[in-house]
């Protein structure tokens, strides 16, 4: 049973655009949701967080929104540019413990 | 070396033999996990640990064993490779100090395994 999934594997977007990624999770006992960004031959590095009682979280380009209603994430990065690039993992944490469930991966294409 | 250093960073066997990936952090971190990485899947985790000698099953343990007998250390065995255990394999750690958000973990940088 997947408890969080990242439906689009893959997203192209231009320079200078908005790139929006998604996120989708089951479990309501989650309390931090995280994202991770990954480039090739290397390890995930946090991004952004957001507590699960916020709806939004903003640091710098990126902004994180959570709809609890709907059991949805997203990440906005605004302007994108080409060091964007890279596969963005989604993660959600368990209330009151340290592991981490993570979606899919979708890998964010920026296009010049 | 500061941080988290995974060994091998590549590694090549066959099927049946026993392979022992390592993982080592200076950061004094309580916490260390093991992951996978496959397509389609995301990272999934295998075991992970709370301190030394504390070790529990993640998502996908079976196949794997780990110890954790030094708190900088937590060693991932695959005590009879299969082909369906080729993948790359991340470790992680994090602390509980608060001096980081919460749940933000650190990643090695991966070790790819492929088993022939």
């Known amino acids: 049973d997947q408890q969080v999934k990242q439906n689009s594997p893959s997203l192209s977007v231009q320079e200078g655009r908005i790139s929006i990624l998604n996120c989708d999770y089951t479990n309501s006992m989650f309390d931090y949701f995280l994202w991770y960004k990954k480039y090739p031959a290397e390890g995930p590095t946090f991004l952004i967080s957001i507590s699960s009682i916020k709806d939004k979280n903003e640091d710098g380009r990126f902004t994180v929104f959570l709809n609890k209603s709907a059991k949805h994430l997203s990440l906005h990065i605004v302007p994108s540019q080409p060091g964007d690039s890279a596969v963005y993992f989604c993660?959600?944490?368990?209330?009151?413990?340290?592991?981490?469930?993570f979606g899919q991966g979708t890998r964010l294409t920026i296009n010049p | 070396d500061a941080g988290i250093t995974q060994s091998p960073r590549y590694k090549i066997t066959e099927t049946g033999r026993q392979v022992t990936l390592m993982c080592h952090q200076t950061?004094?971190?309580?916490?260390m996990f093991w992951y996978r990485q496959d397509l389609g899947h995301g990272l999934r985790l295998i075991y992970y640990s709370a301190a030394a000698d504390i070790t529990d099953k993640g998502e996908v343990p079976d196949g794997y064993v780990v110890s954790r007998s030094k708190t900088e250390n937590f060693p991932l065995t695959l005590e009879s490779a299969t082909r369906s255990q080729t993948s790359v394999y991340f470790c992680?750690?994090?602390?509980?100090?608060?001096?980081?958000?919460?749940?933000?973990?650190?990643f090695g940088p991966g070790t790819r395994l492929t088993v022939l």
């Open positions: 992680a750690s994090t602390t509980t100090s608060g001096a980081s958000p919460p749940g933000e973990q650190f």
């Open positions: 993660a959600a944490r368990h209330q009151g413990a340290q592991k981490l469930v």
């Open positions: 950061w004094s971190h309580s916490y």
